[in-house]
């Protein structure tokens, strides 16, 4: 993508840069309860294996304050330096000032300045969290939340409109307080002895109309890192198309610095999900590249068979399973292109436009599977389903090793922005 970024103050958070030209930076929230130390590391190793590049997890009591030291060093202890977030509501003035080991173990606070306090306490207790940040040389975000809007500030607004005539409705109000609050805790933060570079915002709301408006005005209003994405975005493909709906948009047009695609998961789903789709995004839109993608037909009439879709969903599983090893060992393959085609009609055009691609037979079809390897016909496939599986899958591997560069060992861990694979970790119980 070839839209300009909007310019920013670049934030280290642990060895990640967020904004200042980075590019952007995947992050995800664990679902368990940070009390229980080993569920709550393990899936932190989880997230980052899948592509999350900062992970953030609850801190809401005495008991989850005192679990993140050692939730910190497990990670560390397996290999995984994924830089932690402690994510405060209400009081967290009082767990990172009791639990000084909690607020030297994280790596970047997240405040709610809607539910920080009420109001002199509000000012006082945002304070206090700015400094235990401060001295602890600790980056913060701060993040508006539409749920938890300073009520305050909105009644405030309100009246004023009220008052002047302004014939504001509520939405843009509302919209308006959100900006206002983050820029009114900047400043805050700033009197408090942080610095710029150790600032992110957000102004996050459920509904993708209002956060176009919003982070089109907080860009051009401020140049801290953006924190963006939907709150609440929902479940299934509600949550994934109104997400990329808002996002898409404003990544375009280079707003935003890093992303969450907040996803309700299913009972038991997988809480990597809303990872993956948030690499997805960025790889759709040409602003990262972090797995070879798969390219599959929807099918139709002519694909009366469920072959095509079986191999497809099988070939994504095993990238997603071996890209830890292949970025770790071979350059460049995160930007390999595979096709799975289910008929004649599209199928071999789109197989030879992928690096590997193969063109299964629809209803009718001759039962033969052309492979195309960059563009030319490699082989002819033939078998039952689990015959070609293994046998495609061979290609693939066989492509990744002949085509990309061996990394050097050395530089293999700085060069790669994702850390290290679940997998090949190590959670001591």
Sequence with gaps: MSA?????????????????????????????????IASTARQCLELAEAGSELVRITVN???????????????????????????????????LTKYP?????????????GNVGHGERRDEQFSTICKVARDHGKPVRIGVNGGSLNQELVMEKMQENTDRDLGLTSEEIINDCMVLSALQSTELALENGLRKDQIIISCKVSRPNDLLAIYRDLASKTDQPLHLGLTEAGMGAKGLVWSSAAMGILLGEGIGDTIRISLTPRPGGDRRDEVYASCELLQALGLRSFAPSVTACPGCGRT??????????????????????????????????????????????????????????????????????????????????????????????????????????????????????????????
Aim: proline share 6%; with cysteine; glycine share 10%.
């Design 4 to 36: 300009r970024r909007h310019k920013t103050v670049g934030v280290k958070v642990g060895k990640i840069q967020v904004g200042g030209g980075a590019p952007v930076v995947v992050q995800s929230m664990t679902n368990t309860d940070t009390v229980d």
């Design 61 to 95: 009591i005495p008991e989850a304050a005192a679990a993140v030291p050692e939730i910190k060093r497990r990670l560390l202890d397996a290999g995984c330096d994924v830089p932690v977030i402690g994510d405060f509501h209400y009081n967290g003035h009082v767990l």
């Design 101 to 113: 080991g909690c607020a030297e173990a994280l790596d970047k606070y997240r405040i709610n300045p």
């Design 304 to 429: 009366t068979s469920t072959t095509f879709q079986e191999l497809a969903e099988r070939i994504q599983g095993y990238i997603r399973e071996k890209m830890p090893d292949w970025k770790r060992e071979y350059e460049g393959v995160e930007a390999m292109t595979l096709a799975v085609m289910g008929c004649i009609v599209n199928g071999p055009g789109e197989s030879k436009a992928a690096n590997i691609g193969i063109s299964l037979p629809g209803t009718g079809e001759a039962p033969s599977c052309p492979v195309y390897i960059d563009g030319q016909k490699f082989v002819t496939l033939k078998g039952n389903y689990d015959e070609l599986n293994e046998a495609f899958r061979k290609l693939v591997d066989d492509y990744v090793s002949t085509k990309y560069p061996k990394r050097d060992p050395a530089l293999a861990r700085t060069e790669s922005r994702t850390p290290h694979a679940a997998s090949k970790l190590r959670v001591i119980a």
